[in-house]
């Protein structure tokens, strides 16, 4: 076995005593430099300029959810110029039926999806990243009043259109599909009719971002403003956990290690090691109190999901009538947006997707060896199916730590390090060539 090539020891980039140089690709680093603020907001402007998005709107020119689709359909369009070819757009329209609820009749709804295909003809992987385009006031049912929707969810639509024109001119070996669902505020619609059609059709989904209400930094309740800070939501214990998965996760005590969280922690080491001054909070919950997100579709069909927001959320626009009252403005207005914090946090996507897309699969069959006492851990795996590993990093944290602590690199396909299984908890990512990391993969007991 080759001795461990090094140990790296993470500490936050916010620390003032980190000794950790931070490396950046060059490449995710330009484009992170590319996103820019006066683009978002001049979509977020487009986006209210509609009046209304709501789910049920009336097909107009200059109003509701048709004509604001039409809108970002066509900039998805005219990004496809820039691609090479790989860059296709179109609206997948659907039927949902009458639910009783807040679909009275039987309805036509769309999801405008901009897919960029991966270069590796071997690689069947798929990132996806995802806003909802439909709006809507204090009356859920309520199909004509304005409804400008700036940051619920205009700012998240921003970010997939700016990540679109920006990666859509690079090359990655799997595919990024940028989508834009509808029928969030009706129920989830859009999402639950995307997530059906990934499982029916067998999909190699790996990852799925959705973003929703990244432009408020000022709090309605505690007079916070604070455009530094990110969340992101993601499940613990599987929603489509079977009964093998129940009983391997309660004989390593995984309950704080699913693939929700392992790309959570991801995206917060790799966001903040390209994006500065922001940090991403990890919320270990799949959703905020009597809300849902267009992720959690997904987690019940079994795919990995996770949902970023803003930290602070100011209840005065969210979901409210536009008026003045008592001398307080109310609505989701252009102008309460904070358009470089939206910047800073649709780079944490990009650097993230870019990150995972150029990345190989993660390794296969990780194990830890629990045959045997011993003070010492030994892992092993094997290759990753698609893609070339160059080496591996086996991960370790305190059982009490949200974040993996401390990298080992090696080359070989097994590892003993000297700390002991019952005090840790270990995984293990692939490195690939251009040293882009994998997702980190939890090991299942290796018992004979």
Partial sequence: MKR??????LFSIQSLYSQTIIHRDAAIEQMVSEVSADNLEQYVR????????HTLSADADDKGIFASQKYVLSLFKSFEADAGGRLSSEIDRFIIEADGRRIQTDSELGNIMATLKGTDPNDDRIFLISAHIDSRALDVMDTEIDAPGANDDGSGVAAVIELARIMSKKSFPATIIFVIVSGEEQGLKGAAYLAEKAKKENWNLVAMLNNDMLGNSHSSQTNINDNTRVRIFSEGVPMAETEQMTAIRRYTNAENDSKSRQLARYMKEVGE???DQLEVKLIYRNDRFLR???HTPFAREGFTAIRVTEMNENYYYQHENVRVEDG????????FVDYEYIRKNAAMNLASLASLASAPSEPQMV????????NTSTL????????????????MRETDSSMWEKKFYTEDM????????????????AVGENGHESMAIFPQPITR
């Fill in 414 to 429: 097994e590892l003993t390090i000297p700390y002991s299984k019952d005090n840790y908890f270990f995984a293990v990512q």
């Fill in 367 to 374: 194990g830890i060896d629990v045959r045997r006492l011993s």
């Fill in 292 to 294: 849902g997100g267009d």
């Fill in 46 to 53: 487009n986006l209210a300029a509609f009046k209304t998005r």
């Fill in 4 to 9: 461990i090539l090094f140990i790296i020891t």
């Fill in 273 to 275: 090691r390209y994006v």
């Fill in 380 to 395: 092993r795996w094997d290759a990753p199916a698609i893609g070339k590993a160059k080496g591996y990093y086996v991960l």
């Fill in 328 to 335: 307080q403005q109310y609505g989701d207005l252009p102008e």
